[in-house]
Structure formats: structure tokens, C-alpha cells
């Protein structure tokens, strides 16, 4: 048998999007399991690829690179996130609220976010890396660039390693040398280098498979499943383990637990790269079919059909990308500026008073053991609200003098509206205009986690002085 030709950029493009839709929709019911897995093939078998927000954000990137004309900046990426994006969970929802409620777009990310080490962005990477096929430097400038909109450093690592691997493997280069290139993107001073580190060096010694999964968890454990350092590191565990096997690799992903519909999404899109779509196994995509579904949370864009209309569509982008000029945002010196901020609301605890919005609690909140403030419900009355109280050492929340919460000490920390561990949270019905919120901790440690939030019955955080913010989210949740 003669040797395998090289597959062609389409072959390798189209392999990417199929090896995307077939991890992500593998991984999707493993999701937030940390714990390992033995799947072998799709459970539940599926009869087409579900909506994944892995490739859902990628297509509203798309949907503005056709449209946009001259340099992509952080305002154009913060203008479709409020446009299009409707999503609430984690980082996604903290970067709408930041947005909304002011926060210059180059700190939206970081900015009052617990969830800014997320996988939100490490997972949009492919869009970008085939706009800049074979020019890691641009993939590099526009993972960048997007990833700032909603993380702080290390989901930016994660993005940057992911766009510039893949850029590298769809200009012909190698998995080695992609991977090898690609870490040198990613500052030795955050975790994610440090994890990606410490899998490369146990590798390199023949350690064996599940061995460095277990090591790579004693190091970089994290209550949040979706932590981007463990799951970039979990991601390259398998393509590593998996000796470039398409099959092999994805099933790794999977069976290693964590944010398993996105480490399995991006080692198949790297292994459909390397391969191309002729090489990927038919008993993978034969369940899946080739239409692209996208969800209730992403709105008023373009979205292809198919996976090959999406091909030809991101193809075209290579021409396009160069007139783009990917412009990396400037952080302003003199943010934060809490005055500044819409939604704020006064929180006092005795002589103290302090302007904040929602979210984690200021240290001297904490040392003083909790604080109060006034909830103004305003036209929201009769409107269903989720109340979050929840601290590491344990707290309790009060309206109008009567406990509503007790969250008991040891919980996971997850300040999340959607998912925070059962005993930190209410939903509550309003039935007048102003309430009186009282939270109390048990402890009055400055640096110990506390959160309070306020969402709405979507799930969407909002302010507590009954302000309405613009840009607010008309996307339905399926709870």
C-alpha cells in the first residue's frame, strides 16, 4: 500500500469541525464528572449533534468576521458578545454583566470574575487558528484578543496554546512540533504552563497513562470542573496517550473526566487537522450527521447549516483575516472605579459602608463577619428571583429577619447562578418593593471565599437597587 498523501487545508478544516461535533456530543453527558470514566462509545447513541457552546461561540465569530471591515478590536468582540451571546453561565454570564454594567471591554475578563480560569475560551480557539492557518503569530494576536473579553490569564493561555497548535497542524507541521511551539506561547509564570509542564515531563519519562492523570490532579485539583489549567493539560494528556489515533484520543478525553464535552471537542477538531475529514472513523460520524444546531443562547447571526457550509465559510476568512489586523486591547491604569458603575448598591456592616454590585464580598465584609444592604425589587415585584449565599466556611442569609439560607461549611466554592452546590442557594418570589438582606458569616476571615448574588429566573445576574441595565438577555434557559 502506497503512502498516505497529505490531506488538503479543506480535508483538514472539514476534519477539524467533524472531530469538534463528534467529542463534544461524546462528552456532553460525562460533563462535571471528575471522577474516571469507561465510556467506549456515545452513551446515549445520538441521532444528531446536539448545541455546544464549544462551537456555537466560534460561529458568532464567524458571523463577524464576515461582516466586520478593518481592525478587529476589543469593542467589535464586546459589541457581538452583547448582540449575540446569551448565555449566563460562569464566565460567559460575569463578562454580560460586566459589560452591562460598564466595565471597560479590556477588563471584562478578569474584572470581579471567579470564573476568568474557565474553559470558556480555550474551547473557541479553531475559528481562529483557520483564519491564521500556518500563521501562528496572528492565531496567537486573535485568541488573544477574544479570550480577554471574558477570562484573565489563564484562559487566555488556553486559548493562545490551543490557536497557535492548530494553526501550526493546519499549515502541515506535525503534532509534536505544534505542541512543542505552542508552549513556548504560554507564559512560564501561569498554572496553565506549569500543568502543561508537568505533563510533558512525565510523559517524556514513560510514566504510565493513568498515573500522570492522577499526578496532573494532585497538582491542579479545582472545585470549578470547567478549571481551564487541568482540563488544557487533560486535553493534551489524551492526544499524547492516544499516539494520534482519532478514537483512542477522544475516548481518553472523555474517560478522564472534568469538562469532558470540551476536552474531547478540541482533541478531536486537533486530530481531524492532523488527519483531515477522509481519515476520521465513519462509526463516529455516521450517528451525528452533518447539520450544525445551534441553541437558544446564541441570536441574530448568520449560522451555517452544515458542517461543510461552515467549512467553506471559515476558509474564506483566510483572505479576510488579513485586512482584519487583530488590535490587542490597552487596560486602563485608573480602573476600577466603583462610582462609575451602574448597579451598584451600598453595603453596610456598622460603621462601614462600601459600593458594590454583586458577587464576591470586599475583605473588610468579611472580617466584619457579613453586612447588610436594601434589595429595591422596584417593577419586579411578583417576578421570581435565585438568591446565592455561599462561603467556604459557611454562612447564613436573612430577608427581613427571616433566614432563608444556611449554607453549611466545606461546600464546593462555585458561585455560579446555574450550578452552585445545593444549600447555597433560594428561589425566592418578591411581593413588595424594598427588602432588607442580611448575610452573616462564620467566620470573619478577610481572605476567606463569600459570595452574595442576585439573579434573575433566567439565571442572569442583576442589580440589586432594581436599576435596569441595557443589553439585558432575551434568551430562554433550559433548566
Known amino acids: ?34 471522577e474516571r470514566q469507561y465510556y467506549r462509545f456515545y452513551d446515549p447513541i445520538p441521532d444528531h449533534a446536539p ?11 464567524l458571523d463577524l468576521m464576515e ?70 503569530d496572528l492565531a496567537e ?62 510523559h517524556r519519562q514513560g510514566i504510565e497513562c493513568w498515573t500522570v492523570r492522577e499526578k496532573l490532579l494532585n497538582a491542579h485539583r479545582h472545585d470549578n470542573f470547567t478549571h481551564a489549567p487541568l482540563n488544557v493539560a487533560l486535553t493534551l494528556w489524551a492526544l499524547l496517550y492516544g499516539n494520534g489515533d482519532f478514537e483512542s484520543s477522544i475516548l481518553l478525553a472523555v474517560n478522564g473526566g472534568y469538562d469532558t464535552d470540551c476536552t474531547a471537542a478540541t482533541a478531536g477538531a486537533i486530530l481531524g487537522m492532523l488527519h483531515g475529514a477522509e481519515q476520521l472513523p465513519k462509526k463516529w460520524l455516521a450517528p451525528l450527521g452533518n447539520a450544525v444546531a445551534v441553541g437558544p443562547g446564541i441570536l441574530a447571526i448568520s449560522a451555517p447549516k452544515t458542517l461543510e457550509e461552515l467549512t467553506e465559510r471559515s476558509l474564506a476568512l483566510i483572505d479576510r483575516a488579513k485586512t482584519l489586523t487583530p488590535q490587542l486591547p490597552v487596560k486602563p491604569a485608573d480602573f476600577p472605579a466603583q462610582t462609575q458603575l451602574r448597579g451598584n448598591v451600598t ?45 467556604r466556611d459557611g454562612c447564613q442569609l436573612w430577608i427581613d429577619g427571616k433566614k432563608i439560607i444556611d449554607c453549611p461549611a466545606g461546600l464546593p466554592y462555585i458561585p455560579a447562578t446555574h450550578r452552585s452546590p445545593t444549600g447555597s442557594f433560594v428561589d425566592f418570589l418578591p411581593t413588595q418593593d424594598r427588602y432588607e438582606i442580611r448575610i452573616e458569616l462564620n467566620s470573619r476571615s478577610p481572605i476567606q471565599p463569600a459570595t452574595l448574588l442576585l439573579a434573575d429566573a433566567a439565571l442572569h445576574l442583576v442589580p440589586w437597587n432594581g436599576e435596569q441595565l441595557p443589553h439585558t438577555a432575551k434568551a430562554p434557559v433550559l433548566l
Open 67 to 136: 461582516r466586520h471591515n478593518g481592525p478587529l478590536t476589543i469593542n467589535s468582540i464586546a459589541n457581538a458578545w452583547l448582540a449575540h451571546i446569551h448565555y449566563m453561565w460562569d464566565e460567559y454570564g460575569r463578562c454580560r454583566w460586566n459589560l452591562r454594567r460598564g466595565v471597560p471591554p479590556s477588563l471584562a475578563g478578569a474584572y470581579e470574575n471567579p470564573f476568568d480560569s474557565g474553559m470558556g475560551s480555550p474551547i473557541r480557539s479553531e475559528i481562529w487558528a483557520i483564519a491564521a492557518a500556518g500563521n501562528p
Open 51 to 61: 448545541p455546544n457552546d464549544d462551537l456555537e461561540l466560534q460561529l458568532v465569530w
Open 1 to 34: 500500500m502506497g503512502k498516505l498523501q497529505k490531506p488538503t487545508l479543506r480535508s483538514r478544516v472539514l476534519g477539524a469541525w467533524q472531530g469538534k461535533s463528534v467529542g463534544g456530543t461524546l462528552g456532553l453527558p460525562a460533563e462535571g464528572k471528575m
Open 141 to 202: 494576536r486573535f485568541a488573544t484578543l477574544d479570550s480577554t473579553i471574558d477570562h484573565g490569564a489563564e484562559g487566555i493561555a488556553g486559548e493562545v496554546f490551543f490557536a497557535v497548535l492548530q494553526s501550526l497542524i493546519l499549515g502541515g507541521e506535525s503534532l509534536a512540533v505544534s505542541v512543542e511551539t505552542a508552549l513556548q506561547r504560554v507564559s512560564p509564570e501561569t498554572e496553565t504552563r506549569r500543568a502543561l509542564d508537568l505533563l510533558s515531563s512525565l
Open 347 to 391: 453595603i453596610s456592616a456598622g460603621s462601614t459602608s462600601i459600593l458594590w454590585a454583586n458577587g464576591e464580598l470586599p475583605d473588610e465584609i468579611k472580617a466584619n463577619g457579613g453586612c447588610a444592604l436594601q434589595w429595591h425589587v422596584g417593577e419586579n415585584v411578583g417576578r421570581p428571583f435565585r438568591l446565592i449565599a455561599l462561603a
